[in-house]
């Protein structure tokens, strides 16, 4: 029988042991149990139906997160697998670097990020949460002017997951302006057995002399049999941007309603191009709707959007309405600093302002 004299024993199972008093235990070590369990549980917000009407919450451990689908382990153990297309929201426990990473993020400091990012990189356990730091990172690099780092970070983002929804944010080509060293694109396109390798290279080699073999890499891109694959869209928009200087206005009509059909947030590229080829038809009108859709659509790919909306500036100007170019470089002065696009756009309203106006040099041409 056990000693129940012992100093040891808590006094509720001695003298004054229960039923009601260890039931009473019981119940609030259970109760806390409980609360720990919520505290740390992962929160998905999911959609219940596909319009998005009707959304609820459950609880869990997010084990992986890809651009297919989201797997939980419910409190009970068992394993629930989650379209990622329903997926709203994760709400999760975050690193103290991942805060102070989106915390610099939020105040467009980049480089500041992007050594908050690093260091959250290194302590993070979780697989999808690191993928969703690289993207992070990824893209602080972009906005950094770093595209052959975050060309890098992609590929390894892509590795990773190849269905990843980082796919809306590759750092591709889709204008002149900048880019990447030739060596780098050349070891990109040369990667043959990694796809988005070459995709990456082939964008960045089409204003090079090796233009010919990056359009061979992107015809053999875009025969994939998905036709809704992003590597698929992306080849295809990258094929428009050669084409977009010359092409007819049949084809370029036959763009128009193609793009339609591209999964949305792969768009803003190929809209771009589509500004560039309808602008060159003189098709003012359908070439500032394509512009503009990107600012409004896709603000926070900020390249792209700052390009655009310099362009629709310059259309503006071309028929002679400096006011709407006015408010448009001004929309790229507040949202988009640090871009090349906001010193063109500074620079832009300066010498109006003195009465020295110069025509606006697009940057979107491919």
Same mark, same amino acid.
């Given at each position: 029988?056990?000693?129940?004299?012992?100093?040891?024993?808590?006094?509720?199972?001695?003298?004054?042991?229960?039923?009601?008093?260890?039931?009473?235990?019981?119940?609030?070590?259970?109760?806390?149990?409980?609360?720990?369990?919520?505290?740390?549980?992962?929160?998905?917000?999911?959609?219940?139906?596909?319009?998005?009407?009707?959304?609820?919450?459950?609880?869990?451990?997010?084990?992986?997160?890809?651009?297919?689908?989201? %797997?939980?382990?419910?409190?009970?153990?068992?394993?629930?697998?989650? &379209?990622?297309?329903?997926?709203?929201?994760?709400?999760?426990?975050?690193? &103290? /670097?991942? !805060?102070?990473?989106?915390?610099?993020? /939020?105040?467009?400091?980049?480089? !500041?990020?992007?050594?908050?990012?690093?260091?959250?990189?290194?302590?993070?356990?979780?697989?999808?949460?690191?993928?969703?730091?690289?993207?992070?990172?990824?893209?602080?690099?972009?906005?950094?002017?770093?595209?052959?780092?975050?060309?890098?970070?992609?590929?390894?983002?892509?590795?990773?997951?190849?269905?990843?929804?980082?796919?809306?944010?590759?750092?591709?080509?889709?204008?002149?302006?900048?880019?990447?060293?030739?060596?780098?694109?050349?070891?990109?396109?040369? !990667?043959?057995?990694?796809? #988005?390798?070459?995709?990456?290279?082939?964008? *960045?080699?089409?204003?090079?002399?090796?233009?010919? /073999?990056?359009?061979?890499?992107?015809?053999?891109?875009?025969? %994939?049999?998905?036709?809704?694959?992003?590597?698929?869209?992306?080849?295809?928009?990258?094929?428009?941007?050669?084409?977009?200087?010359?092409?007819?206005?049949?084809?370029?009509?036959?763009?128009?309603?193609?793009?339609?059909?591209?999964?949305?947030?792969?768009?803003?590229?190929?809209?771009?191009?589509?500004?560039?080829?309808?602008?060159?038809?003189?098709?003012?009108? !359908?070439?500032?709707?394509?512009?503009?859709?990107?600012?409004?659509?896709?603000?926070?790919?900020?390249?792209?959007?700052?390009?655009?909306?310099?362009?629709?500036?310059?259309? /503006?100007?071309?028929?002679?309405?400096?006011?709407?170019?006015?408010?448009?470089?001004?929309?790229?002065?507040?949202? *988009?600093?640090?871009?090349?696009?906001?010193?063109?756009?500074?620079?832009?309203?300066?010498?109006?302002?003195?009465?020295? &106006?110069?025509?606006? %040099?697009?940057?979107?041409? #491919?």
């Amino acid at each position: 029988m056990p000693n129940f004299s012992s100093p040891f024993v808590p006094r509720i199972i001695r003298g004054t042991f229960s039923l009601g008093a260890l039931g009473t235990l019981l119940g609030c070590w259970l109760h806390c149990v409980w609360m720990a369990s919520e505290t740390l549980a992962d929160t998905i917000q999911v959609v219940a139906k596909a319009d998005g009407s009707k959304a609820y919450a459950i609880k869990g451990t997010v084990l992986d997160f890809t651009g297919r689908q989201l %797997t939980l382990q419910t409190p009970s153990g068992h394993q629930r697998r989650i &379209p990622s297309e329903r997926i709203r929201g994760v709400q999760t426990v975050w690193n &103290p /670097q991942h !805060q102070a990473g989106d915390l610099a993020w /939020q105040q467009d400091d980049w480089q !500041q990020a992007i050594t908050h990012y690093r260091a959250a990189n290194q302590t993070e356990e979780r697989t999808w949460v690191r993928r969703q730091i690289l993207t992070r990172l990824m893209r602080c690099y972009q906005a950094a002017g770093d595209l052959a780092t975050a060309g890098k970070l992609f590929l390894m983002i892509a590795a990773s997951d190849p269905e990843t929804p980082a796919y809306q944010y590759m750092p591709l080509a889709w204008s002149t302006a900048g880019g990447v060293d030739p060596n780098q694109a050349e070891s990109w396109l040369a !990667q043959s057995e990694v796809p #988005p390798a070459v995709l990456l290279g082939a964008s *960045y080699l089409l204003a090079t002399p090796a233009r010919g /073999q990056a359009l061979r890499a992107l015809a053999a891109l875009r025969e %994939t049999p998905d036709q809704r694959l992003p590597i698929t869209t992306l080849a295809i928009g990258q094929i428009w941007r050669a084409r977009a200087m010359e092409a007819s206005a049949d084809e370029v009509r036959r763009w128009t309603r193609q793009v339609e059909t591209f999964s949305e947030p792969l768009r803003a590229g190929p809209y771009l191009v589509l500004g560039v080829a309808c602008q060159r038809l003189q098709q003012f009108e !359908q070439a500032s709707l394509y512009y503009l859709r990107i600012p409004v659509l896709y603000g926070d790919q900020r390249q792209l959007a700052a390009r655009a909306l310099v362009a629709a500036a310059g259309l /503006q100007e071309q028929q002679n309405d400096r006011t709407a170019a006015i408010t448009l470089l001004s929309e790229v002065v507040s949202r *988009y600093k640090g871009t090349p696009e906001q010193q063109i756009a500074q620079r832009l309203l300066r010498e109006w302002k003195e009465q020295k &106006p110069e025509k606006i %040099t697009s940057r979107t041409s #491919p």
